[in-house]
């Protein structure tokens, strides 16, 4: 894909873009972030932490079942998650309804397209400068596993994603081979197919909810296991339990949370985004 960014009217109609995407979500979205003054957001999944941890429960954990496992340096290069799902808001609503049959459910998926848009077309070129230099090769959605209602059909995602990538790069097929695990399961998932090196040499791994990410880790671990050279996880949410959070690490922390709101900026480097430097 050429580089957008030395497109005057492309930057023009990327612009207007966001502004439409601002004015539909900006309303009721909370952009994820990855720190704060207080030291409460977990670098790796934007979750709450307690101030004294690096990480938060959930990712120390799983870093923990994967070094048992012996197959820690096979976890995701990189973790980037656009919003904020809390539970019962209406986030949470979207990305549980825009996958099932119900009249919301096209609006739904017509937001969800925003927000890929935003990440996989408007700031496609930063997904390289914050991966070091490394464009991504391929892609994949993580299908649904053997004990879902849609196990063995088309995932909704892969139908929202298709359109934005296959015409910059190819897709790989994952197979479900069980039930979902919210540990470090690669087994969970398999390739649909043979892929060569070229093809697997970053592999852009697309998921809608991350609550534990035990789902996405696993399949990234099988990525890698498999001959992916580097793994970067995008997610559409970050699943976020106030009252758990309010009981486990303090109301502040879980009131912090509810005033966080949508902010227009780039998925992959907010602070740093090459592409607006160039406005």
């Not at 991504?136 to 990538?165: D, F, K």
């Not at 695990?181 to 592999?203: E, M, Q």
């Not at 486990?248 to 227009?264: E, T």
Request: with cysteine; glycine share 6%.
């Amino acid at each position: 894909m050429p580089d957008p960014t030395l497109n005057p009217n492309l930057l023009v109609a990327y612009a207007r873009f966001e502004q439409n995407m601002g004015w539909r979500l900006g309303s009721y979205a909370k952009t994820v972030i990855y720190h704060s003054a207080k030291n409460h957001v977990c670098p790796i999944c934007g979750g709450p932490k307690r101030d004294y941890a690096s990480i938060c429960y959930s990712c120390t954990s799983l870093r923990q079942q994967a070094e048992a496992l012996g197959v820690a340096h096979l976890m995701a290069d990189r973790i980037r998650i656009a919003n904020y799902a809390i539970k019962f808001d209406q986030m949470y609503r979207v990305m549980d309804g825009y996958k099932r049959d119900r009249p919301e459910s096209k609006d739904y998926c017509e937001t969800l397209k925003y927000v890929l848009g935003d990440a996989l077309v408007v700031h496609w070129s930063c997904l390289a400068h914050t991966s070091d230099g490394v464009i991504p090769s391929a892609w994949a959605t993580i299908p649904s596993t053997t004990t879902s209602e849609r196990y063995g059909q088309p995932h909704p995602l892969n139908g929202l994603v298709s359109p934005m990538l296959n015409k910059t790069i190819p897709e790989v097929k994952l197979l479900a081979n069980e039930q979902k695990h919210r540990a470090i399961a690669p087994s969970t998932f398999s390739l649909d197919g043979s892929y060569s090196d070229k093809t697997l040499r970053h592999v852009l791994l697309i998921d809608d909810t991350w609550t534990s990410g035990g789902t996405a880790e696993s399949a990234s671990i099988m990525l890698k296991q498999s001959g992916a050279q580097r793994v970067t996880i995008y997610c559409l949410a970050r699943i976020v339990d106030l009252d758990y959070c309010s009981r486990m690490i303090g109301q502040s922390v879980s009131d912090g949370y509810k005033q966080l709101a949508y902010r227009n900026g780039c998925p992959w480097d907010y602070d740093q985004c090459p592409m607006r430097n160039k406005r």
